[in-house]
């Protein structure tokens, strides 16, 4: 049983498309993450969302949005494609009155953008 | 968060002991240190988190100095599989609102055989 599912694995698309890119917990955690680590391999914050509170890292563009559907789902939405959105995107999540282990985090989706 | 510094690179072999330490010479007295680890295309991974006492876990050991401003994880017998990048993260603990997890730039360990 995969604990944080992403799908998909791999997603190549040309520039300007909308894609997303879904995300699935089974853990029963409360809050859900995306992070972006681009090709220097630095893992930045994008958003966090539990179902009282987004947090939106200030340098995310618009063109990116979370869409919860429920507590175990946190899918990101990207409009408008850019080259400088290929990286790997990663999905995480966490419980709040749960501190021993930390984030759980799936194994990341590639998005490259041609 | 208090900021964190660590060595870029290290090696270690096979067998040994692997030792890697962290700076966090700002932390305050909620702040939390905790180790994650990103081996090679996977999504990084908890290993162990401490305040001020020294922990172990099946995975590793924290040793956090009496002043709190260094701390050191060790990985008793590394092997192979223990090559990656680790992240010491200081970090309150918040039971309230979603608290985000900042990764700094990490130690890319490698395990020699």
């Known amino acids: 049983d995969t604990a944080v599912s992403q799908t998909p694995k791999y997603l190549v698309t040309q520039m300007g498309n909308d894609k997303s890119i879904k995300c699935e917990q089974n853990l029963g955690h409360d809050t859900m993450y995306w992070y972006k680590q681009d090709s220097k391999k630095f893992l930045k914050i994008m958003f966090s969302?539990?179902?009282?509170?987004?947090?939106i890292n200030e340098t995310v563009p618009n063109r990116f949005s979370p869409k919860s559907p429920d507590k175990a789902h946190l899918n990101l939405h990207i409009n408008s494609l850019e080259l400088g959105d290929s990286a790997v995107y990663f999905c995480?999540?966490?419980?709040?009155?749960?501190?021993?282990?930390?984030?759980?985090f799936g194994s990341g989706t590639r998005l490259t953008v041609v | 968060d208090a900021k964190t510094t660590q060595p870029p690179s290290m090696d270690c072999a096979e067998g040994r002991a692997a030792n890697l330490p962290c700076n966090h010479s700002?932390?305050?007295?909620?702040?939390?240190v905790y180790w994650y680890r990103q081996i090679h295309s996977q999504g990084p991974q908890y290993i162990i988190h401490?305040?001020?006492n020294n922990e172990t876990n099946e995975m590793a050991s924290l040793i956090i100095t009496e002043d709190r401003k260094s701390s050191t994880l060790i990985l008793p017998h590394a092997t192979l599989r223990d090559t990656a990048v680790y992240y010491c993260i200081v970090r309150a603990r918040s039971s309230g609102s979603a608290r985000q997890l900042t990764f700094g730039s990490g130690t890319q360990m490698t395990v020699l055989p």
């Open positions: 995480a999540s966490s419980h709040r009155g749960q501190f021993n282990y930390g984030y759980t």
């Open positions: 401490g305040l001020k």
């Open positions: 969302y539990n179902n009282k509170e987004l947090i």
């Open positions: 700002t932390i305050s007295g909620n702040e939390y």
